[in-house]
């Protein structure tokens, strides 16, 4: 919602009923899924052949999607953003045992691999979102981070550390249909047009010109 205004004012960017749509429509499933699904209980960590394999998967699709998700400005955004928010999923996940460490003292953190991999993940994670906002295209930037870091997360979370959605069974209805929603928010506001207040004249004159001939 902040990131609307702010690139129509700053960038001048285009901001239609799509982004508005979409924004509002993540901003509802992201509150469904919080408020209905309310995950709790679980491990505190997980073996290192379960976060191996799960690391080795985010990171093969972090490259396809970096490596194919080719095209506009706009993609160019919605892709690195929605690599930045895997990222920032994994070091979320990762915060878990890491702070479990620290509970005992600085050096058993400072002994295991946790902590590292989350330094990793959290700097890489920076810099591909400051490469996703240097596009100047921030809503399908700042859309794509917000509903790939919690589904990230979220997924860690159930499949390796045993946490659970609350109950009824209701709840996790709505919780699931509400992350099903922000997804789809994300994806209208990233196939939104790619036209700033400064296209839309030259635009018009273009559509004159073909008409006239």
Known sequence: MFALPLGYFLTK?????????????IILGLALFVYF?????????????????TIA???VLSVLLLVFGSGGLSMKAAVYGT?????????SALTKPTLDY????????????????????????FVLQQVSLGTGRLAPSVATVSVANPIVGILIGILLLD??????????LLAVIGLGLALVGAVVISLARETT??????AAVLDESVATA
């Open 13 to 25: 960017q285009h901001v239609g009923r799509r982004e508005v749509i979409g924004s509002v429509v």
């Open 37 to 53: 699904g309310d995950p709790a209980g679980g491990n505190e960590n997980a073996s290192n052949s379960q976060w191996a394999i």
């Open 102 to 125: 620290l509970h005992e003292s600085v050096g058993t953190m400072l002994s295991h691999w946790e902590c590292y991999a989350l330094a990793v993940a959290g700097v890489l994670g």
């Open 57 to 59: 998967l985010l990171s």
């Open 163 to 172: 946490e659970r959605l609350s109950r009824p069974g209701w709840h996790i």
């Open 83 to 91: 690599v930045a928010g895997i990222l920032f999923g994994l070091s």
């Open 197 to 202: 207040k400064d296209d839309e004249p030259a």
